[in-house]
Structures are given as C-alpha cells and as structure tokens.
C-alpha cells in the first residue's frame, strides 16, 4: 500500500509570510496532484505533476515534483487569507492502479 | 465545464430512513467515485464506477448502495445508516482510471449527511 504523508499537519501564519507545505512517500508515483479544500466543500484540484523534478507555478503557489518522483512540495509567497484551508496531495501509484490522499496540511492564514 | 453537482447540500435522515444522494457531471468522464469525509480527515474511496461497471468497491457496508444510472449521473442509496456515518460525502469524476496515471479528480461541493 503507498502511503502519503505531509507535513506540517497544522500551519498558521500571518499574511505576507512564505510557506512550503511538504508531501513525501517511499513509493515512486506515476503523478502526484495537489488539492486545496475549503470548510464544507469539495477538494479543488490546483496542479498535477508528472515528470520527476517538474515545477509548476501557480500564481503564488510553486509546486515541485522530487526528481525520484516519492516526494512534491507546495511554496506559497506572500501568503493572503483567501489561502486557508486544507491542502491535500494525492498520487497514482507507478502502476497506475491505486490513488491515494495524505492526511492534508491545514493552512490558516492571519490577516 | 469542469463542474460537478451533487444533492441535496444537506440531508438529516433518523436510522430508519431511506435516501439518495445524487451527483452530475457533464465533463464526459467515463470515471465517477464517491468518497466519506469525515471533519479533520482526508476523503476516504468508497466506490469507483468506470464506464458505469462497478470497478472498486472498498469494503463498504451494504446499507450503502451505489448506483450508476449513465454516465452523466451518479447515485448513493441510503438504508438503515448509524450515527457514525454522518459525514461530508463527495462525489468526483475523472476521464477514466486507466489511462497514463494522472487521474486528475474533480470533486462536487459535497452533501453534508447527519444521521439521527
């Protein structure tokens, strides 16, 4: 079974600062997505990366895929409020039959 | 359009009663899944549908009922449900669940079930 995990489980900052959320796996994946969910709603898909050692901007959000393809990261600059919520990573196993989630990071942004 | 639609937004049902929760999606993805949420926790799969064939089942209790009437439309049939299984109930659809690994999800807002 590939497990996920992410770290830290809790951060909260005040606005402005930067900040890089953390999901790491022994298992290789053929992708890794990264989600952002707000209280009472479903999980929004922000990037999917595929190549190992791939960066993704977003905006402020920087996404980057480890070069092994175990691990990604999330930096955010210049964090705002309108970035709460729980960041979910979530992957395809290399042979693409299992999907799993991590736990999540929930991300509280002060204003 | 990349939206899914699920109902009701909220459902209070008593242990003996029956109800469906309903999803929609337009996007002409042939993978439709719905996943138990429970507060603090990550979305756990309950059921995948591929090309509207019951594809992964994971060991849900049988007072869950899913239900894929086409491939547009995706159903869960309640039955008899403890208090244990209230809990934000999403439904997801991808284009499939074979191809290239990507099987990028995109969720519906949720159906927030209290059972009394």
């Known amino acids: ?111 | 359009d990349t939206e899914v639609t699920q109902t009701p937004k909220h459902l209070v049902m008593g242990m003996t009663n029956k109800k469906s929760l309903k999803c929609e999606q337009h996007m002409g993805h042939r993978a439709m899944y719905w996943y138990k949420q429970k507060a603090k926790k990550p979305p756990e799969l309950m059921f995948v549908y591929s090309y509207e064939k019951l594809s992964i089942n994971e060991s849900v209790p049988s007072r869950f009922s899913p239900e894929c009437p086409n491939s547009s439309l995706l159903n869960l049939h309640l039955h008899a449900l403890q208090p244990e299984d209230s809990a934000l109930y999403l439904c997801a659809s991808s284009q499939g669940i074979q191809t290239s690994g990507r099987r990028e999800q995109y969720f519906g807002p949720g159906t927030r079930l209290t059972v009394t």
């Open chain 1, 1 to 111: 079974t590939q497990l996920l995990e992410q770290s830290p489980q809790f951060l909260s900052i005040q606005e402005g600062e930067n900040l890089t959320v953390y999901c790491n796996s022994s298992s290789v994946f053929s992708s890794l997505q990264w989600y952002r969910q707000e209280p009472g709603e479903g999980p929004v898909l922000l990037v999917t990366v595929v190549t190992g050692g791939e960066v993704k901007k977003l905006k402020r959000l920087t996404f980057q895929f480890g070069d092994a393809r175990k691990d990604s990261s999330l930096h955010i600059t210049a964090a705002q409020p309108g970035d709460t919520g729980l960041y979910l990573c979530a992957g395809v196993d290399n042979y693409g039959q299992n999907f799993v989630f991590g736990p999540g990071t929930r991300l509280s942004v002060l204003p």
